[in-house]
């Protein structure tokens, strides 16, 4: 069960209601606060993540963080991806950096995206949209081969589409092909300066090949990203200024980019 601190839900959460002689839970009308998440984690615990799911998403709006993400969970498992998604994001509005809400925010909305891949490929296999979703599809497989072939496709169809030179870019970063990654990246913050992503590949690439006063602007751009891209940013910032000989900035940004590095 995946937590914001690597923890087992039955360490924060209450343990499930007794029953009574007559083996039925209390009245709802009767409820506690940790009605749902308990009697939600027991079930969870029992492999019923349907019901789980039920139990939880009943007291939605009252729901803490913890809860929160169990709900993703059990939703997510049930295949229920619209209501993780909206689970999860409910939990990174009270804690934008939690990597469990993060992390199945994601899930969800892969799943979501392969559901309108499937659809939309039906109603029009060529479509730019279809080959997009395609290549974040395969992308997040690690399929890099088959994202490349896709995000050109889009190209191919839609030449000024930005998400998909920075999906290419991103793409050719991971693979380790850092010149076609620049010449993606070249349009891309030609069109979009301010976009951290481009910013952060851009300033991750200059700073494995040391040149770290071209990078800096790049990555203090980067920072502003969200969840562990923002934390990355702060850790190539702290290299940049250790090799520019300010350990004073160097130890600031490597404690701000811990958490990623």
Same mark, same amino acid.
């Given at each position: 069960?995946?937590?914001?601190?690597?923890?087992?839900?039955?360490?924060?959460?209450?343990?499930?209601?007794?029953? *009574?002689?007559?083996?039925?839970?209390?009245?709802?009308?009767?409820?506690?606060?940790?009605?749902?998440?308990?009697?939600?984690?027991?079930?969870?615990?029992?492999? /019923?993540?349907?019901?789980?799911?039920?139990?939880?998403?009943?007291?939605?709006?009252?729901?803490?963080?913890?809860?929160?993400?169990?709900?993703?969970?059990?939703?997510?498992?049930?295949?229920?991806?619209?209501?993780?998604?909206?689970?999860?994001?409910?939990?990174?509005?009270?804690?934008?950096?939690?990597?469990?809400?993060?992390?199945?925010?994601?899930?969800?909305?892969?799943?979501?995206?392969?559901?309108?891949?499937?659809?939309?490929?039906?109603?029009?296999?060529?479509?730019?949209?279809?080959?997009?979703?395609?290549?974040?599809?395969?992308?997040?497989?690690?399929?890099?081969?088959?994202?490349?072939?896709?995000?050109?496709?889009?190209?191919?169809?839609?030449?000024?589409?930005?998400?998909?030179?920075?999906?290419?870019?991103?793409?050719?970063?991971?693979?380790?092909?850092? *010149?076609?990654?620049?010449?993606?990246?070249?349009?891309?913050?030609?069109?979009?300066?301010?976009?951290?992503?481009?910013?952060?590949?851009?300033? /991750?690439?200059?700073?494995?090949?040391h040149k770290y006063t071209e990078a800096r602007p790049?990555?203090?751009?980067?920072?502003?990203?969200?969840?562990?891209?923002?934390?990355?940013?702060?850790?190539?910032?702290?290299?940049?200024?250790?090799?520019?000989? *300010?350990?004073?900035?160097?130890?600031?940004?490597?404690?701000?980019?811990?958490?990623?590095?």
């Amino acid at each position: 069960l995946l937590n914001s601190d690597g923890a087992n839900h039955e360490s924060s959460l209450a343990e499930p209601p007794r029953t *009574d002689s007559q083996g039925s839970n209390r009245s709802a009308s009767l409820r506690t606060p940790a009605f749902a998440p308990a009697t939600g984690l027991g079930l969870f615990n029992a492999g /019923d993540y349907a019901s789980a799911e039920r139990i939880l998403g009943e007291d939605f709006n009252q729901l803490d963080l913890p809860a929160l993400l169990l709900l993703a969970e059990c939703s997510y498992l049930d295949g229920d991806y619209l209501l993780a998604l909206k689970s999860s994001g409910k939990a990174l509005v009270s804690d934008p950096n939690n990597l469990a809400a993060l992390y199945w925010k994601a899930e969800a909305a892969e799943k979501l995206a392969i559901e309108a891949l499937t659809r939309s490929g039906l109603a029009d296999p060529n479509s730019y949209r279809t080959h997009l979703i395609a290549a974040q599809k395969y992308r997040s497989e690690q399929n890099y081969e088959a994202s490349e072939m896709e995000y050109r496709a889009v190209l191919r169809l839609n030449p000024s589409d930005q998400g998909a030179h920075l999906g290419l870019a991103t793409t050719y970063w991971k693979e380790l092909k850092a *010149d076609q990654a620049l010449g993606e990246l070249k349009w891309v913050l030609t069109t979009h300066p301010e976009d951290t992503q481009a910013n952060l590949i851009q300033g /991750d690439i200059l700073v494995t090949r040391h040149k770290y006063t071209e990078a800096r602007p790049y990555l203090m751009v980067a920072t502003g990203g969200e969840g562990n891209a923002g934390l990355y940013a702060h850790a190539l910032l702290s290299k940049v200024y250790a090799a520019q000989g *300010d350990p004073s900035s160097a130890i600031k940004e490597l404690e701000t980019g811990l958490p990623a590095d």
